[in-house]
């Protein structure tokens, strides 16, 4: 789980505007760096289900944000996806 210091910081870089904590960017970046750190969990504790399944729910819920997003707005799109790194 990511400190509320972390998140902060990615609020931070990703907000669209000053009181910005929820928009699509913000979430996708908070998912994809909660996503990173649930991986290399994964990587050394290979039989937790239950930390697979949420993240499986995660890679899931980014998605549906990215599909949403892309269909929205093509230029935000394409940004969020190169400042996150995720490949598409």
């Known amino acids: ?39 290399s969990h994964l990587k050394n504790h290979a039989k937790d289900n239950h930390s697979r399944r949420g993240l499986l729910k995660m890679v899931a819920k980014r998605k549906a944000l990215l599909d949403y997003l892309s269909h929205l ?6 940004t969020i996806i190169k400042k996150v790194g995720l490949k598409r």
């Not at 902060?8 to 750190?37: F, M, N």
Request: proline share 0%.
């Open 1 to 39: 789980m990511l400190t509320a210091k972390q998140k902060q910081k990615i609020v931070d870089k990703y907000k669209l505007h000053e009181v910005d904590t929820g928009s699509s960017e913000v979430q996708i970046a908070l998912l994809s760096e909660e996503i990173k750190r649930l991986t």
């Open 73 to 78: 707005d093509e230029k935000r799109y394409s």
